[in-house]
């Protein structure tokens, strides 16, 4: 199928070069993860993943993960076991 339309669409600079970075880790050209977004359209009949708006509960939980975040004050393990038993205690 020869490749005869056209998409232009305006974008947030940075967004757009955070994305090709991720696309050129993945060795897809932007036009390639458009082609690639758009089959999965059709073959999905709607978006290719979830979309939600967050709740109450889960805004509140986003803000204090990033809260903590900024104040460098999450745990950090060496392993899987010492996890697991913080999350038991």
Request: net charge negative.
């Amino acid at each position: 199928m020869a490749k005869t339309e056209i998409i232009r669409s305006r974008i947030d600079p940075e967004l757009k070069h955070d994305a090709e970075a991720v696309l050129s880790v993945l060795g897809l050209k932007t036009s390639e993860a458009i082609t690639l977004f758009f089959k999965q359209l059709v073959l999905q009949r709607g978006l290719p993943f979830s979309v939600k708006i967050p709740n109450d509960v889960t805004i509140k939980a986003l803000d204090e993960l990033n809260e903590a975040k900024d104040k460098k004050m999450l745990p950090k393990f060496d392993s899987i076991d010492d996890l697991m038993a913080d999350l038991k205690s």
